[in-house]
T-cell receptor, first 114, second 114 residues
Framework: GENVEQHPSTLSVQEGDSAVIKCTYS??????FPWYKQELGKRPQLIID?????GEKKDQRIAVTLNKTAKHFSLHITETQPEDSAVYFC?????????????FGQGTELSVKP | KAGVTQTPRYLIKTRGQQVTLSCSPI?????VSWYQQTPGQGLQFLFE???????NKGNFPGRFSGRQFSNSRSEMNVSTLELGDSALYLC?????????????FGPGTRLTVL
């Protein structure tokens, strides 16, 4: 079935360090991979996404890489700040769902210590 | 543009009752997806409606159902509530056609089943 595994479940870094979160998906036909940030008590918000025809995408301090052969994608946050502390979710959209269905990883709780 | 709204924000029910949750998408968005969020299972996809038709379905029992109206507003119904249905129910809207596109989440409805 469709499954997304996310690691690590918790991550603690010092302010200014980099953080990396990794996800693996099972459906090789998945074609859209968003990353969401959810602060405590708030709704998930998209921070970056990548489509299957692109290998890497960057937006300021955030970057995502996709390896379709390995069915693996990663989130990279550089120069972390305390306001980056939140739970991060990766997701994959199965082909044919036209983006209406997202399979989420279990989440990574990122803590950035000042 | 107004964001995605959900009503009610909080709900307390007892086992065996039924409940209806409402989601109003961003103006112009024709797709509404529903997710269940729990600490143990994370974010799980329930179903998606596009142009008043269920386009995608998750692996939840038939007690969970939904519908979409001509103005794209969507409702989700859970019948014969069980304790395990206690969760945050999130809806998300997107453009829906020619996607995949970003899904914008609402604030959620916190359902407690006693």
């Amino acid at each position: 079935g469709e499954n997304v595994e996310q690691h690590p479940s918790t991550l603690s870094v010092q302010e200014g360090d980099s953080a990396v979160i990794k996800c693996t998906y099972s459906d090789s036909a998945s074609n859209y991979f968003p990353w969401y940030k959810q602060e405590l008590g708030k709704r998930p918000q998209l921070i970056i996404d990548i489509r299957s025809n692109v290998g890497e995408k960057k937006d300021q301090r955030i970057a995502v890489t996709l390896n379709k052969t390995a069915k693996h994608f990663s989130l990279h946050i550089t120069e972390t700040q305390p306001e980056d502390s939140a739970v991060y979710f990766c997701a994959a959209s199965p082909a044919g769902s036209q983006g209406g269905k997202l399979i989420f990883g279990q989440g990574t709780e990122l803590s950035v210590k000042p | 543009k107004a964001g995605v709204t959900q009503t009610p924000r909080y709900l307390i029910k007892t086992r065996g009752q039924q409940v209806t949750l409402s989601c109003s998408p961003i103006s112009g968005h024709r797709s509404v997806s529903w997710y269940q969020q729990t600490p143990g299972q994370g974010l799980q996809f329930l179903f998606e409606y596009f142009s008043e038709t269920q386009r995608n379905k998750g692996n939840f029992p038939g007690r969970f159902s939904g519908r979409q109206f001509s103005n794209s507003r969507s409702e989700m119904n859970v019948s014969t509530l069980e304790l395990g249905d206690s969760a945050l129910y999130l809806c998300a809207s997107s453009l829906g056609a020619g996607g995949p596109y970003e899904q914008f989440f609402g604030p959620g409805t916190r359902l407690t089943v006693l």
